[in-house]
């Protein structure tokens, strides 16, 4: 095989972050920041409130991009990148784009829930819980195919746990 001096990967990487952007642009209710250089985490989302975006409902999205994943998303994260997800604050999803194909994928790594109580809590991805003791593998099974239906739900969830967070400080108050 011939080199030819094109980093495949970087190219790669370019692509999915330019269709993640193209996933949310759609969104009025979405601002998304480009964070990789300031904390490691890829992106740093912000969701409106009504024509606000003055807000303080975030979350991370983490990116990652295949040039070969013809059945699915598959994911390896480093024991080390896992323990970090786990001990995120914010709700944190990771999005997975092939080059085979454009699709994108999503699944939450720490997910924004709320409890049949009302109460707010982050639920951390059943593969990052114990604590890793190695790498941790992400199989098509464990992903979301992103589209407008699957963008408005991740919006949701995280207004509604924003909305459980709210309502817990004013019941504390």
Known sequence: MKKTGIDVVAL????AKDLLV??????????V????DLNGFDFLCRVAEGRSLNTNKLFWIELKASVREP????VRLSQDRAVVYAESRLPLC????SMSDDIGYYVWMVEPTVTSTGKPELTINRRLVPAPSSDVELNAGDFTKVDPQSIAQVVASVNSYYDAVH????EAA
């Not at 920041?33 to 990789?36: K, P, V, Y």
């Open 71 to 74: 059945n699915g998303p598959r």
């Open 167 to 170: 309502q817990a400080y004013l």
């Open 22 to 31: 193209l996933s949310l642009a759609h969104r009025d209710d979405l601002a």
């Open 94 to 97: 990771l999005f997975f784009y």
């Open 12 to 15: 790669a990487e370019e692509r």
């Open 33 to 36: 920041l480009e964070t990789r």
